[in-house]
Nanobody
Framework: VQLQASGGGLVQAGGSLRLSCAAS??????????MGWRRQAPGKQRELVAS???????NYADSVKGRFTISRDNAKNTVYLQMNSLKPEDTAVYYC????????????????WGQGTQVTVSS
């Protein structure tokens, strides 16, 4: 299973961006459990931004509550991150991640990360 993230860019403080991350796989069936976004700023550890379960339950870092919204479209195997009221401290590379099961001759668990997309917020 592969994840392809998109939607990053440069925005002024107070602006908005929407990130998307689509899961795909060839020649096998797969299901997705949890999906989420993490970010890593220069010199800092990667941190949770938001996550969402297959049932739609969400979890947010305190620093983004009320400003960011995570959602998913299960039919499209895609997770979104709507980011509003962006601040310079939101500047980071944003990574999507997901886990689930592949269904072939055997059932196997998988967990993977997207390639990262840069979000830069100018003051």
């Amino acid at each position: 299973v592969q994840l392809q993230a998109s939607g990053g860019g440069l925005v002024q403080a107070g602006g908005s961006l929407r990130l998307s991350c689509a899961a795909s796989g060839s020649n096998f069936k797969f299901s997705i459990n949890d999906m989420g976004w993490r970010r890593q700023a220069p010199g800092k550890q990667r941190e949770l931004v938001a996550s969402i379960t297959s049932a739609g339950s969400t979890n947010y870092a305190d620093s983004v509550k009320g400003r960011f919204t995570i959602s998913r479209d299960n039919a499209k195997n895609t997770v979104y991150l709507q980011m509003n009221s962006l601040k310079p401290e939101d500047t980071a590379v944003y990574y999507c991640n997901a886990d689930g099961w592949t269904w072939g001759e055997t059932v196997e668990a998988w967990r993977t990360w997207g390639q990262g997309t840069q979000v830069t917020v100018s003051s």
